[in-house]
């Protein structure tokens, strides 16, 4: 019969050519298996090469410190906590500031050409800075506090999102533009209806990179000097050979990150859930 | 639905009001190069209710008339009139269908159809009703509350008309709207637009290069000269609503396509 035929060759190849778990979801059978064996590799370097532990600790060592770090309360200064906290509020701090900034002054520079022209060489030139170098000036400027750190952040995350915004504004649809000038719309809403929104998946590619570049803003920030902050544990630990407690901060640092960006991509998701699945922003 | 338009139609056409009064309509676009001449005085009117396609070659000015007459481009020589008066700028008695639908991918299918009435600041309330009966119109009423991205083409575009006759201009500005389709979902769709104009009563200009979507669709054709374009012909289309897809198989209909043809081809061919 022809639906008995027809079910047969439909199932014959959807069995064959079924991907298995690991490539349907490699991100939960895979992944992990690297972690393992990255885990596995440290072990082996530390108890079966011998390898210094002023150079490689030994894991338990790092995770020891951690837990020490870690079982503080957030007031004690003496734990990881408190100087988290500190680090990450520089970083948001300075990521709200130099995002906001460079959204704004991407959007400012991108609708008067004239300003945008006239500045481009002058942002070229500053982005082409390694921004870390200003590092030691803030230092001068600002001495060891919070506003010191929160500046170098902001200056390190703000050219991102304002390269990315100003990309973002040229790739706006002209036909979109021009539906909007058809029904007589204002620039208010022209604005806010149509120009920003199909700027968000720029935006949130620049947000990204700046997420994760803040929390590196803070911490450079707190090399050349601060009171507090996981920037200055690091210099502490490395000064006194505490490398158990240096791999933990490393770590904790890392975690950080991935959390920040990991935020940004929430919203993103949230806010932007169109722009991976149409195909008119398939530029973006 | 009743055959509303009798094929007496195009015979009363000339004691009506036009819609659209054209005179000397000339446009030069200034370039890095100079000047480049893209229509050279153009005269037609267009009555109210009228189909009226516009078929010439690509870069023939086609698309630099559809903005002339929505008001989004300026000409540099000539008038257009809009119900007597003077055209300038776009208003809310022309509404413009576009090569692509130009949806909004972060509105559902219903904000998107009302971003008109949000631009123009109309009262949102009393256009929901009929903005939801519009797209019963079109068979989109489940959609309603879906994402563009989850249409298909032949329905993003009818969400495109449907968004054009929201505000209920007089006039459909339609810029080869259905270019991008499929031949068979174009052939749907324009049944589907003979079935809303003859529903809704609108004035529509449709740009095309489909000599056969013209001929099918329109009261009149309007063909055009290679660039600077200008008016070869007017040609009346004298065939009897309401058309279905047989028409195309007619003599009349062939006659009507191969004078188009001959207007087109004499000025540089249309392959």
């Known amino acids: 019969m022809p639906v008995q035929a027809l079910d047969t060759r439909s199932s014959v190849p959807a069995s064959e050519t079924r991907p298995g778990v690991l490539r349907r979801y490699p991100q939960f059978t895979i992944s992990p298996a690297i972690l393992l064996a990255l885990l596995g590799a440290w072990w082996l370097a530390t108890h079966v090469l011998g390898a210094p532990t002023y150079v490689i600790p030994p894991l338990e060592d790092v995770l020891r410190a951690m837990a020490g770090g870690l079982s503080r309360s957030p007031w004690d200064k003496a734990g990881y906590w408190y100087h988290a906290g500190i680090t990450v509020w520089e970083a948001v701090l300075g990521f709200a500031i130099g995002s906001v900034l460079g959204a704004l002054l991407g959007l400012v520079l991108s609708h008067w050409p004239i300003l945008g022209k006239s500045w481009y060489p002058y942002i070229v030139g500053f982005q082409s800075l390694p921004k870390v170098a200003l590092a030691p000036l803030m230092v001068v400027w600002f001495g060891f506090g919070l506003q010191g750190k929160v500046f170098i952040t902001a200056i390190i995350t703000f050219f991102p999102v304002l390269v990315n915004m100003m990309a973002g504004y040229q790739a706006v649809e002209p036909e979109r533009i021009e539906l909007a000038r058809s029904c007589n719309a204002s620039a208010l809403h022209l604005f806010t209806k149509i120009i920003i929104p199909s700027c968000l998946p720029f935006l949130f590619a620049g947000l990204g990179v700046a997420s994760v570049l803040s929390i590196l803003g803070a911490v450079v920030g707190e090399f050349v000097g601060a009171g507090a902050g996981l920037g200055m544990l690091l210099m502490q630990f490395s000064q006194a050979m505490e490398i158990s407690q240096l791999f933990a901060v490393i770590l904790l640092l890392a975690v950080i990150g991935f959390l920040m960006s990991h935020i940004v991509s929430l919203i993103e998701r949230r806010y932007c859930f169109w722009a991976q699945r149409s195909n008119a922003t398939a530029r973006a | ?271």
């Open chain 2, 1 to 271: 639905m009743k055959p509303i338009r009798a094929a007496t139609l195009n015979t009363s056409a000339a004691r009506r009001p036009a819609l659209i009064r054209a005179n000397g309509l000339s446009k030069t676009y200034v370039t890095g190069s100079g000047e480049v001449a893209a229509l050279k005085g153009l005269d037609f009117e267009i009555y109210d209710g009228e189909f009226v396609s516009v078929i010439g070659q690509s870069g023939c000015g086609k698309s630099t008339l559809l903005k002339l007459l929505a008001g989004l481009l300026a000409c540099t020589a000539g008038s257009v009139e809009l119900n007597g008066k003077p055209l300038r700028g776009p208003t809310r008695e022309a509404a413009v269908v576009f090569q692509s639908p130009v949806l909004l991918p972060w509105r559902t299918v219903l904000d998107n159809v009302l971003l008109p009435i949000e631009f123009r600041k109309l009262p949102m309330t009393s256009y929901r009703l009929s903005a939801a009966e519009l797209l019963d119109m079109v068979g989109l009423s489940e959609f309603a509350q879906r994402y563009p991205f989850e249409l298909s083409g032949g329905m993003q575009q009818r969400v495109a008309i449907v968004r054009a006759l929201v505000q209920d201009p007089q006039l459909l500005l339609m810029d080869e709207p259905f270019g991008a389709l499929d031949a068979m979902t174009r052939d749907q769709m324009n049944l589907e637009l003979i079935r809303i104009w003859s529903q809704s009563r609108k004035t529509v200009i449709f740009i095309t290069h489909s000599i056969a979507e013209a001929v099918f669709l329109s009261d009149r054709v309007i063909a055009m000269t290679a660039r600077p374009g200008s008016i070869a012909d007017v040609i009346t289309i004298d065939l009897p609503r309401p058309r279905d897809l047989s028409v195309i198989n007619t003599d009349r209909f062939g006659r009507y396509a191969a004078r188009l043809r001959s207007l087109l081809d004499a000025r540089g061919g249309i392959f």
